[in-house]
């Protein structure tokens, strides 16, 4: 299946064939949901917007009933069964799929940061967006979401960062918090935040010039498991 970043996804439902119990077991084992089923690390943004980690099918059920009407899945679209049973979750639910690739350890890229305006331009009726953990890649996102379309300044977006949703700054996922942090300088000097993406804002650079903590990475990588 070829999925254009940020455009809803074609399901076929009857096309599908059930991967039965081995979906379940990646969803629930490879997937870690097991520690999902209670923590739902789930917040609403605004009346447009929630944020929250991979949801199960159940909850994708919950969230339909919530008056959701667009999934934003931030782990892109994967041939695994926890990408399956979400897709046939908000098929059977009514809910509109978008898969959009972010990245939790590496300074954003310039055309996700577009794609990113284009994406929130795109959707109609209340959203939710999400990663595996709801800390990182939903953190950048949900800050973005703030930055661009609820025009808060960068240092409140920045709040969507924070160890209440289980982001730790000090690991590799700092350069998220780094990127945003870099544009407030020139924020206060009146420059629009694409003004500064096209004309200022530079990939490489910030990525060579961040330091994560050697413990936080072990915590991110190794305990927690984060993507």
């Known amino acids: ?3 254009t970043r940020g455009q ?4 076929d439902a009857p096309a599908y064939q059930r991967g039965g119990a081995s979906d379940w077991w990646d969803l629930y084992a490879k997937d870690h949901h097991f520690l999902r089923t209670r923590w739902r690390n789930l917040y609403q ?3 447009m917007m929630w944020r929250s980690n991979q949801p199960s099918p159940r909850q994708i059920a919950d969230i339909a009933e919530r008056g959701i009407k667009n999934i934003v899945n931030l782990r892109g679209a994967r041939s695994v069964g926890t990408w399956q049973l979400e897709a046939e979750a908000c098929a059977k639910h009514g809910i509109r799929l978008y898969d959009f690739t972010a990245r939790s350890r590496a300074a954003p ?4 940061l577009h794609d990113a ?7 109609e009726g209340p959203s939710l ?22 025009k808060v300044p960068a240092a409140t977006a920045l709040e969507q960062l924070s160890f209440k949703y289980l982001h730790v700054k000090q690991a590799k996922t700092g350069l998220l918090d780094a ?12 420059m629009g935040f694409y003004e500064w993406v096209d004309n200022v804002y530079d990939p490489d650079t910030l990525q060579g010039a961040f330091m994560a903590k050697g413990w936080a990475n072990r915590l991110v990588d190794d305990i927690l498991k984060r993507e």
Request: glycine share 6%; hydrophobic share 45%; net charge neutral.
């Open 1 to 3: 299946m070829t999925i």
């Open 8 to 11: 809803p996804t074609k399901w």
């Open 45 to 47: 943004l605004d009346d």
């Open 109 to 112: 890229d310039k055309a996700m």
């Open 117 to 123: 305006r284009d994406l929130f331009a795109s959707l």
């Open 129 to 150: 967006m999400h990663c595996k953990s709801g800390a990182d890649r939903a953190g950048l996102m949900s800050a973005l979401y703030m930055l661009v379309v609820k």
């Open 179 to 190: 990127f945003l942090a870099s544009f407030i300088p020139y924020e206060e000097k009146g």
